[in-house]
């Protein structure tokens, strides 16, 4: 039996930063318990809510902005539309009037240190990521539900399946690699042609094609913006901000008008080893800094990871001169089957597996996108994603203080980097002499995440975060 049904648009979902885990599902969640409200007819009746963080939501909740986002999806903002240069000043708003405008229709008070509780102490037995709301209705009465954010903005409702996509019958269902590659052998087709046949259960293959060309849309600003922005980074650690000098040293101090003419002009620095190495850390240093700054970005799957697969997406086109709608639409498709397969045998939650279920899985789609669009066979694909996540089994996540910067910001430069050197060797061997295939790999990375220490995933309790002294505001 298939374990879920998964699409492109559940594996690159278009959000709001720092973390897809700790942000992004924590505001679903939020906007889901304002529906339950709005369904059971009891929304205008509620005069309190109350917010309980657990587990990692809890330890990390802060430095990742938890309770910005809890605060913004009850309030009825979305994170796909939401203007990003008003998340501090509405959040203040909420906290120095003592008013929530709940689902954007009923005005209640809200007192955050009271209402809005970090349980540091305690977890919930389902997944570290959890959060219930409790809403207290005038009648006397209380409505409650607790959700579980369970990573790349997935989130499950507790007794629930989740919100995959519907069930629909998919010509080619997977759930493994040898499944997948059973049926590319079986029709001859690419795995992004196997993927784009699955998306056209769900839609056409007009309205994917679209989808997925929005998502490279809000990817390139992305890049974009982190490469034209100073400043230090929000949280108190005071990061600089390191892709907009490290563009200039790059590229000198003309002004470019959009994305293409900057590519342009990237191109023109020349192929070189060293520049092109540093153009990569660039592009994947930009989208993070982003991300941090509770910028717009991907889901790549995740947010800490958004900017592996970013940056390995523009040094194809940069550097491979592949910049066209095609291409890039086969390079996310294939990107998506790869985390898919991740979710399914083992995880892409940090607070569940460690960084490998982040960058290391990032790694491993964006090494697999790579060696299908460069040429590469079925088998050379899949072999590029193993050995992409074979060189980050193990990792931790260990956030100082609780923020996605030090040292989440740099492993995504060295994701990215490890991603083209898989595909590269993929490209260069024979997959029939492969002593190691990606479902071992995969079966690996979840039997290493429950030996894992929880103290190494995502709750600050080890690693850097507690060797690091550092100092930060009182939130």
Known sequence: MQKEQISVFHIFKIGIGPSSSHTLGPWRAAQQFVNLLTEKQVLEEVVQVKILLYGSLAKTGKGHGTDIAVLLGLSGDDPVTFDVTQVNSKVEKIKSSHQLNLGARKQISFFFEDDLLFLFNESLPFHPNAVTFQAFLSTGKAVSETYYSIGGGFVVKE????????????????????????????????????????????????????????????????????????????????????????????????AYHN?????????????????????????????????????????????????????????????????????????????????????????????????????????????????????????????????????????TCDPIGGLVQVPCIERNTMGAIKAITASQLALQSNPEHAKVSLDAVVKTMWQTALDMNSKYKETSDGGLAINIPISLPEC
């Open 159 to 254: 007794n629930d399946q989740g919100d995959a996509a519907k069930e629909v019958d998919l010509p080619f269902p997977i759930d493994t690699a040898a499944e997948l590659l059973h049926w590319c052998r079986k029709t001859g087709l690419k795995i992004s042609e196997v993927v784009m046949e699955n998306e056209q259960a769900w839609r056409s293959e007009k309205e994917t094609r679209d989808g997925v060309l929005d998502i490279f849309r809000v990817i390139k600003e992305c890049i974009y913006r982190g490469c034209h922005t100073t400043g230090y980074l929000p949280g108190g650690l005071n990061v600089a901000r390191r892709a907009a000098g490290l563009n200039k040293k790059l590229i000198g101090e003309n």
């Open 259 to 395: 994305f293409e003419e900057w590519v342009q002009a990237i191109r023109a620095t020349g192929y070189g080893f060293k520049n092109i190495l540093d153009w990569v850390s660039c592009f994947a240093l930009a989208v993070n800094e982003e991300n941090a700054s509770f910028g717009r970005v991907v889901t790549a799957p995740t947010n800490g990871a958004a900017g592996v697969i970013p940056a390995v997406l523009q040094y194809f086109i940069v550097f491979c001169d592949s910049y066209s709608e095609d291409k890039i639409i086969q390079f996310l498709l294939t990107a998506s089957e790869v985390g898919s397969i991740f979710k399914k045998g083992a995880t892409i939650s940090a607070a569940m597996g460690g960084c490998q279920a982040e960058i290391g899985v990032s790694s491993a789609m964006a090494a697999a996108a790579l060696t299908e669009c460069l040429g590469g066979s079925q088998r050379q694909v899949l072999m590029a994603a193993e050995i992409a996540m074979e060189h980050h089994l193990g990792l």
